[in-house]
């Protein structure tokens, strides 16, 4: 094991003279965030260093704003998602240090000196990623909730962290290659391409470091419909497979023990609701749980207070409990998802797809037919999961 550690950190080791910076920058069709990302980063680059912006296929004038400005651009046919984007800019990039930047992240003045710094500093890492201040672009108070809980979570986040995060996050260009760089493939659009590549720097036995110091303005602005269609499809679903495929949970950021335990409170206050018109005792559960949640986050919810004011807490704890219940039930929908892969090989094993899956015509056909009370809803249920089955076997959604 030291041996292995060791030889990680030769590998890794660079001299200070020869450390050059490549930021890369992904965007699409985002012209206004990006001049005012792009002005942070040409006030901070250093004359060894570069800035290189890839147009992920952008419908509108977003390139010119980068060449407008003199800065390297490469222009994507077609829209990939940020994935191939930061691929497609590594793979032109220079320097031995990949610094990834979002359009809508403007780094803080003394940002790219500090990824220098570290990466002479610690040889041993591979890679560093910050977060976002808590001073977010937009002043909507659902905006200043999303970016305000990132900055908490990461700015109290384990050093030695157990994932990445591209939004300012940098790593050795060697490292980055040997890798295979984002699962450009998988990710087609924006998701967890990042936390995923943590996973395998830390898999490969790479380090990786949460900078709390290092830190960018996120300029996005966040609707309560957006938060939630990204925090399930893009969040909570891919991380929660990835999760599961992995086997490895870590107690860290989104994921540590009280977060968790925060999530199961939330859906138990939510589930004694309709319990409690059953049994009226039951329905003490809720505000019991949710005051333990409260609880639990009360350092984050006082955060929230210090920043906004008694009514952006509420607001905020509000949104923070709501965040728990979808987070909650979309992973145990993962959970589901991935346990009846189980099921679908024993089904193969023991009939072929082709004759285990029915066809719809004849399943209502025989519904309609059935003799047993209650026959119909036990076909329902029986069709359904057999073609849960054949969508695994085959590969194709239902």
Request: charged share 20%; with cysteine; aromatic share 8%.
């Amino acid at each position: 094991m030291i041996e292995a550690r060791e030889l990680i950190e030769r590998r890794l080791r660079t001299p200070r003279s020869e450390i050059g910076i490549s930021v890369v920058v992904p965007v699409y069709n985002n012209g206004g965030d990006l001049r005012l990302c792009l002005g942070g980063l040409r006030a901070a680059i250093a004359p060894d260093s570069e800035i290189i912006v890839v147009d992920d296929g952008s419908t509108d004038d977003t390139a010119s704003v980068a060449t407008g400005m003199g800065l390297r651009v490469v222009t994507l046919t077609r829209n990939s998602g940020p994935a191939a984007a930061r691929n497609h800019g590594a793979g032109r990039a220079r320097g031995a240090i990949l610094f990834f930047v979002d359009a809508d992240v403007v780094i803080a003045p003394g940002a790219i000196e500090r990824v220098r710094r570290f990466f002479a500093d610690h040889p041993e890492h591979a890679a560093v990623f910050g977060s976002y201040d808590a001073r977010p672009g937009c002043g909507s108070m659902v905006s200043r909730y999303r970016n305000l809980l990132h900055h908490f979570v990461h700015q109290r986040g384990n050093p030695d962290a157990s994932t990445f995060w591209a939004g300012c996050g940098a790593i050795r260009r060697s490292v980055f290659h040997e890798v295979g760089g984002f699962d450009a493939g998988r990710f087609s659009r924006a998701s967890i391409e990042d936390i995923e590549l943590g996973y395998r720097l830390r898999a490969a036995g790479y380090r990786i470091r949460l900078d709390p110091g290092l830190q960018g303005t996120h300029l996005k602005r966040w609707t309560l419909a957006s938060i939630v269609r990204t925090d399930i499809a893009r969040r909570a679903l891919p991380w929660s497979r990835l999760i599961l495929e992995s086997g490895h949970t870590p107690d860290d950021l989104n994921l540590t023990t009280g977060q968790r335990v925060s999530a199961g409170l939330v859906g138990l206050a939510a589930a004694s609701v309709p319990l409690g018109l059953l049994r009226l005792e039951l329905l003490g559960l809720t505000p019991a749980a949710l005051l333990a949640v409260a609880v639990l986050n009360r350092s984050l919810y006082a955060f929230f207070r210090r920043q906004g004011g008694n009514r952006f807490a509420v607001l905020s704890l509000a949104l923070h409990f709501l965040y728990y219940l979808y987070s909650g039930l979309t992973y145990l929908y993962a959970r589901l998802e991935y346990g009846t892969r189980g099921a679908a090989l024993a089904v193969q094993q023991v009939l072929p797809v082709r004759r285990a899956v029915r066809p719809l015509e004849h399943h209502r056909l025989q519904s309609r037919q059935s003799p047993v009370p209650g026959g119909r809803l036990i076909r329902h249920a029986r069709y359904f999961v057999l073609q849960l089955a054949k969508s695994h076997l085959t590969g194709k959604p239902l």
